[in-house]
């Protein structure tokens, strides 16, 4: 009987009986209909019982979950319901939502004829990696009656690792491959040059640069024949992410550490798709994950698996130990793309040296996060003394911000300024602006 409960029409009816028994003491001939109402009641809620009882375990139901949620993405579930009663019913399905999302307000309905079957997907949004758990996926069936609930309980204890965004993967890797990426509309397009890497001989077709023609091979062929050119390939890039303090400002739910994981699994997938070497090193106050740059098919999933276990101790980031450990263990000459932030002139200037070291033996990429919040408030319009002040303190975070761009460009570092919900795209762009160049 714990699985029984009363619906909501019952206590109407039960009520509505109870007002007739206590109107008799008013009007006395209401009490026979006030105990026969309450009599009727009565029958239909054991009948209502022995209908939903009578049956067995006559509504399965299921929930359908991926093994791995992608996290700062909507991730899809799916709840089936199938009604094995000969009558029509009523489901309501509640699932039991992990913990970490503090949501309590999903309930899902279904109207079931007999032998029917039916779907309904709810999604998902987290914002952290780790291990999530769902509890039960809990069914309440009510027959054509609908004065009793009948609970099903199903899917217990099933978890789900929430991994860096995977979501999107396919998506930057069609772009990349056709040189371009898109986000919030603006369109970045860029062709190709000749590099220095040959590739075949091959017949002049109109079109062709002609600087391009090769002269001996043209008189033995007896027609133009044109030096065909491909991008460098195999050349190293390093995805580096700082773990430190700077790196656990919030946005739409998310840390900027979390962003960062999430653009260098998309930008380790483009950069494998256009045949480099992908590779991946964290810092944070002590060195931390360190996977040497490489093009093997399962490369992709060591840096997956690695960034999915990523931790911060909310401490500063030590340059001066990522400079040495770069040194140390990064003997070619790579692009580093390092993901860190800095929100004051002179923070950026203590880890400036460091930088210098690193730009001497690499090409560095320098990524800072603008503070949207912050430019929210500037733009808004000020409405009294306070709000100025406001608005005054913000545009000066900005101006600071802008500098510390500037004296890195000054100190020949690439620097992208860019906000966290247009990493991914803008990471890529640059990554792909920096191999047309021929800069890496």
């Known amino acids: 009987m714990r699985n029984l409960y009363l619906h909501r029409r019952f206590f109407i009816l039960l009520l509505t009986g109870i007002f007739f028994v206590i109107l008799a003491f008013i009007f006395p001939g209401l009490y026979v209909w006030g105990v026969w109402f309450l009599w009727v009641v009565g029958i239909l809620t054991v009948t209502d019982i022995g209908m939903l009882y009578a049956f067995g375990k006559a509504v399965a139901g299921e929930r359908t979950v991926n093994d791995k949620f992608s996290n700062g993405e909507e991730n899809p579930i799916t709840v089936g319901v199938i009604n094995y009663y000969p009558f029509r019913v009523k489901v309501r ?6 913990v970490e999302f503090q949501k309590r307000d999903l309930q899902l309905h279904f109207r079931l004829v007999p032998g029917e079957k039916k779907t309904q997907v709810y999604f998902l949004r987290p914002v952290r990696r780790g291990e999530y758990t769902f509890g039960q996926l809990r069914l309440f069936v009510s027959s054509p009656l609908s004065l009793v609930e009948r609970r099903y309980s199903f899917e217990g204890g099933q978890k789900v690792a929430v991994y860096p965004s995977f979501v999107h993967l396919r998506k930057y890797e069609l772009l990349a491959l056709v040189g371009r990426q898109t986000g919030g509309g603006i369109p970045r397009v860029r062709v190709a040059g000749i590099s220095t890497s040959f590739d075949q001989i091959k ?31 195999a050349q190293q890039v390093y995805c580096l992410i700082d773990k430190g303090r700077a790196m656990q400002a919030p946005f739409q739910g998310m840390t900027t550490l979390d962003y960062a994981i999430n653009a260098a699994l998309a930008l380790a997938h483009v ?37 999915y276990s990523q931790q911060t101790h909310f401490l500063e980031s030590d340059f001066e130990q990522l400079s040495a450990t770069v040194s140390r263990q990064i003997h070619t000459r790579s692009l580093l793309i390092l993901f860190t932030n800095f929100d004051t002139v002179s923070a950026m200037k203590r880890r400036l040296p460091a930088l210098r070291r690193l730009v001497r033996s690499h090409l560095v990429l320098l990524i800072l996060f603008e503070d949207t919040d912050i430019k929210h408030v500037v733009r808004e319009k000020a409405r009294n003394t306070k709000e100025v002040y406001f608005k005054v303190l913000a545009g000066s975070f900005i101006s600071e911000k802008r500098r510390i761009v500037q004296e890195l460009r000054n100190a020949g570092i690439y620097t992208l300024l860019t906000e966290p919900g247009r990493l991914t795209v803008d990471v890529i762009n640059s990554y792909l602006e920096l191999k047309e160049r021929g800069g890496i």
């Open 203 to 233: 017949p002049y077709v109109q079109g062709d640069d002609p600087r391009a023609v090769n002269w001996k091979a043209t008189a033995k062929a007896n027609q133009l024949m044109v030096n065909a050119y491909v991008e460098e390939r």
């Open 93 to 98: 399905g509640v699932d039991e939502i992990p």
């Open 271 to 307: 950069i494998l798709k256009k045949g480099d070497k992908a590779g991946l090193l964290t810092f944070g106050n002590k060195p931390g994950t360190l996977i040497h740059a490489d093009a093997r098919r399962l490369q992709l999933n060591r840096i997956c698996e690695a960034l």
